[in-house]
């Protein structure tokens, strides 16, 4: 059963995604992230600039099949086009179809009140359906 994270109150999305593609990336494991169009384009320039000191190699899912068998972070719009990974970050405000063929969901929350009203739909989803959820509020680590 897939295990879900929610990271609430970052004031930047894209920075904390960032960060946390760092650390995966780091610890070795494959990572899918997906997203609306808008948020995986701006994520992908995000880690091109991120840090000068640290290389994060990641491909969108629309590189040839050959660059994703290789690349360890894959961005995508829908499940449906990720390779197979233990954990997949969302950036986006619906359920994301097909969450549930990886070991881990990391829903990433800023501190609008938009992005915490889907957020809250999410929530629901995953407890009515009986998955595990951790939260994690980083306005409470500060």
């Known amino acids: 059963m897939t295990h879900i994270g929610f990271h609430f109150n970052m ?4 920075a904390y995604a960032c960060r946390l593609l760092r650390k995966a990336y780091a610890a070795g494991g494959p990572v899918g992230v997906v997203g609306p169009a808008p948020a995986i384009e701006a994520l992908d320039t995000e880690l ?8 994060i190699p990641h491909c969108l899912a629309s590189a040839p099949e050959a660059m994703r068998a290789v690349t360890p972070i894959v961005l995508a719009q829908d499940c449906a086009d ?3 990974a233990g954990v997949l970050v969302h950036l986006g405000e619906q359920v994301p179809a097909g969450f549930e063929r990886f070991e881990r ?10 992005d915490r009203s889907a957020a809250r739909q999410r929530w629901r989803h995953y407890a009515d359906r009986g998955y595990p959820i951790q939260r994690h509020d980083l306005a409470a680590k500060e």
């Open 11 to 14: 004031p930047d999305k894209l």
């Open 48 to 55: 091109w600039r991120f840090s000068a000191l640290d290389f």
């Open 82 to 84: 990720l390779p197979q």
């Open 105 to 114: 969901l990391i829903e990433l929350v800023d501190t609008s009140d938009a």
